[in-house]
């Protein structure tokens, strides 16, 4: 909804009718995935943060939903399990007339946080 600014991940999936229980599948993925992330909105859209960065977030359109960002690597490691899936840039688009692949969700939300972890992990000449 235009001019819009959501409080909660509740509200953000009640403003989107035509796609609520898609979303709300992609949420339960998510906190499934990676329980001890932080739950929040930002960019106005649902975001899941560990160790207080943004590792996923997601969105409902009219035809699809988006899961965001996706590495390279990310994509790479999923190939085939994307198939059906719309890849623009960093984004991953599923159409909102398919089920949603909540196995694959999981997956891409546990690849974010690895990634996220990796970042942080002291390395030669971090510390």
Known sequence: MPGTAFRTVDEYIASKPAAQEKLNQVRSAIRKAIPGAEETISYNIPTYKVNGRAALYFAGWSRFYSIYPASKTLLAALGEELAGAGIVKST?????????PVKVIGKIAKLRMKEISERERPGPGKI
Request: no cysteine.
């Open 92 to 100: 991953i688009r599923f159409p909102l007339s398919s089920p949603v």
